[in-house]
Nanobody, 119 residues
Framework: QVQVVESGGGLVQPGGSLRLSCAVSGSIFSIIAMGWYRQAPGKQRELVAIISSDGTTTYGDSVKGRFTISRDNAKNWVALEMSSLQTEDTAVYYC?????????????WGQGTQVTVSS
C-alpha cells in the first residue's frame, strides 16, 4: 500500500509565495511520475505540474514561469514552489504519484491541501 501526504498549504496574500511538499511511503519499487493538480470550487481538477523520474517537467499554462516543481528520488518526495500567487490560484492542491510496487502499478492521490490567496 502506498501513502501520499501533502503539507504546506495556507493563506497568502496576492503576489506572495508558498511551498508545498509531498511525501510518499509504502511498498514502493519505483516511482515514475510525481505531480500536483488543483481543484477550485465549481471547477474541474486541473494539472499544475508533473515531473518524471528523469527530471522532465510539464506545467499547466496558467502557472508557467511562476511555479517550480522538484523531486528527490532517493527520499520519494516532491515539492512545488509557488510564487507571484494570484487569487485565481486559490484551490485544493493534490499530490499524485504513479509508479510500481513489487507486483503491480499504482496511481495514488494525497488528501489535498488548501491554498488560499487573498488580501
Amino acid at each position: 500500500q502506498v501513502q501520499v501526504v501533502e503539507s504546506g498549504g495556507g493563506l497568502v496574500q496576492p503576489g506572495g509565495s508558498l511551498r508545498l511538499s509531498c511525501a510518499v511511503s509504502g511498498s514502493i519499487f519505483s516511482i515514475i511520475a510525481m505531480g500536483w493538480y488543483r481543484q477550485a470550487p465549481g471547477k474541474q481538477r486541473e494539472l499544475v505540474a508533473i515531473i518524471s523520474s528523469d527530471g522532465t517537467t510539464t506545467y499547466g499554462d496558467s502557472v508557467k514561469g511562476r511555479f517550480t516543481i522538484s523531486r528527490d528520488n532517493a527520499k520519494n518526495w516532491v515539492a512545488l514552489e509557488m510564487s507571484s500567487l494570484q487569487t485565481e490560484d486559490t484551490a485544493v492542491y493534490y499530490c499524485h504519484v504513479g509508479g510500481r510496487t513489487a507486483t503491480e502499478p499504482f496511481y495514488s492521490w494525497g488528501q489535498g491541501t488548501q491554498v488560499t490567496v487573498s488580501s
